[in-house]
T-cell receptor
């Protein structure tokens, strides 16, 4: 079955440590995204990538970094510079990227809940 | 004004009734609209997408788009307790240099027995 796999489901870290969240998709989608969701708030875009070896900052990129070395993989690193990292992180993919006039729907992974103490 | 606005709810409807969820958006040029359902603690799942004015039906769900009034709605017929969730509206907004998919904060739906 095709889909998006995020791991781990739960992640606990001490303040000051970098942590990397994994996202893998086998849907053959070109575009991949990272969103953050906080209680009572909508999804906020962190980074997105429309092709391999290229990515763009979203609305809240500060304190985060990404790479897109393979079409299937888009890992997100939460660095110690991120002031409030505790959140629900969602990875998504779509057939085409946001530059298209008619966007294809996003398909989401199951999410990673990060808690930093 | 928020770019994509939804009433946070909760919207409470009895089982078997029609639930009507509404969403307004700020960019008159928007052309792509999506409804996602999100159960508590889970990730969003796509319910419907709509690109053209009018209605689009899929089973118990109907998406309605009115570009002139800049609103999109989701109707759920014969509501079931399993429909209780938060419904996220999303629209592709044009920011001048690029288009951006923007989510509303969601409407929480409660279907009561």
């Amino acid at each position: 079955d095709g889909g998006i796999t995020q791991s781990p489901k739960y992640l606990f870290r001490k303040e000051g440590q970098n942590v990397t969240l994994s996202c893998e998709q086998n849907l053959n989608h070109d575009a991949m995204y990272w969103y953050r969701q906080d209680p009572g708030q909508g999804l906020r875009l962190i980074y997105y990538s429309q092709i391999v070896n290229d990515f763009q900052k979203g609305d809240i990129a500060e304190g985060y970094s990404v790479s897109r070395e393979k079409k299937e993989s888009f890992p997100l690193t939460v660095t110690s510079a991120q002031k409030n990292p505790t959140a629900f992180y969602l990875c998504a993919s779509s057939i085409v990227g946001q530059s298209s006039s008619y966007n294809s729907p996003l398909h989401f992974g199951n999410g990673t809940r990060l808690t930093v103490t | 004004q928020k770019e994509v606005e939804q009433n946070s709810g909760p919207l409470s409807v009895p089982e078997g009734a029609i639930a009507s969820l509404n969403c307004t958006y700020s960019d008159r040029g928007s052309q792509s609209f999506f409804w996602y359902r999100q159960y508590s603690g889970k990730s969003p799942e796509l319910i419907m997408f709509i690109y053209s004015n009018g209605d689009k039906e899929d089973g118990r769900f109907t998406a309605q788009l009115n570009k002139a009034s800049q609103y999109v709605s989701l109707l759920i017929r014969d509501s079931q307790p399993s429909d209780s969730a938060t419904y996220l509206c999303a629209a592709v907004l044009n920011t001048g240099t690029a288009s951006k998919l923007t989510f509303g904060t969601g409407t929480r739906l409660q279907v009561t027995l």
